[in-house]
């Protein structure tokens, strides 16, 4: 049975169901996808910015992201019962997903997984099947079983000549159905769409992304990380040191040096900073009555407000209280 992504009007005569989304101020915006169970931290330096087109068909569900200018890690589960696969071009520098470097190219992960990626400023187009409508068109198209191909990790394909390729043909296809968004045949241009999607995929996958899957094995840096993440979560309050962690997490201080490199790039102290900084950014950008800038400082354990502001500033390109100001005119 195919999975319908529910995302608006659900009668077959409406028009397509079309979202936009810019990404400004906090990750709400990117965060909010019909389906996805997602979170998000800015790990670079600047002002988050970017935009999203999302396209929804039967059983397939398109993004258009547009991440104009930091690096983001994302992590959590994407709509139960799918595979997505990710064209990423103009990427600045080299991503990671799930500890597999990620440039221009073309990927694909079973969301029986989570994912773990750091995503750079890239324009990026995620294309999310329903497992089951995929695997039965590969089988009688391409004669390709799909059910344990990812069932490990991921699958990446360094390309960006294929990227430029499927982007193309994929943004065709967006400018085809704006141009026949209306009610009119709207189930017959829904269907005609997703044969579409489902056969430029096809051959992309068998010629591209069977012979590109890893063989490496990410299972015991990730769950170092995961568990690293959800430790520094219950005490963002009283933030521990390094050691702490270790002694925690009964790791060495190399192994985890070691999984936070070859996950996302980045040291544990700098991951540790940007997680107590941006859940100090999403407090503030809530803006509820009554909160003042000291009780983010408060709340996710930071010694000196002038310290806090610098390196919040830093991060994010304007002080805490401007992100307070805005969300406050924004209510």
Known sequence: MERQFEAGPSDAMAPL????????????????????????????????????????????????????????????????????????????????????PWRDGFSAFDTRREIDSIVMPTQLISIVVDRCLLGEYLWHTEHADIERWLSDRPAVANDASLAASLSQRLHLLLD???????????????HHLQQGVMELLGPSIVDHLYAARSDRSEAPHIDVVRRARDYLREH??????????????GVSRRWLQWSFNEVLQISPHAYLRAMRLGGARRMLAMGSPGVQVKDAVEAFGFWHLSRFSHDYRSLFGELPSETLRRARLRA
């Open 17 to 100: 169901v079309r979202r936009e989304r810019e990404f400004s101020a906090d990750f709400a915006a990117m965060e909010s996808i019909p389906g996805w169970h997602i979170q998000c931290l800015q790990v670079s330096r600047g002002a988050l910015a970017g935009h999203s087109v999302d396209l929804h068909l039967p059983a397939i569900q398109l993004l258009f992201e547009d991440y104009r200018n930091v690096a983001t890690n994302h992590f959590g589960c994407g709509p139960e019962g799918t595979i997505t696969f990710g064209v990423a071009r103009a990427m600045q520098g080299v991503g990671m997903l799930n500890g597999i």
């Open 176 to 190: 085809r159905a704006d141009a026949r968004s209306d009610a009119a045949n709207a189930q017959a241009l829904r």
């Open 236 to 249: 963002q309050d009283d933030p521990p040191s390094i050691g702490q962690l270790c002694l925690a997490l």
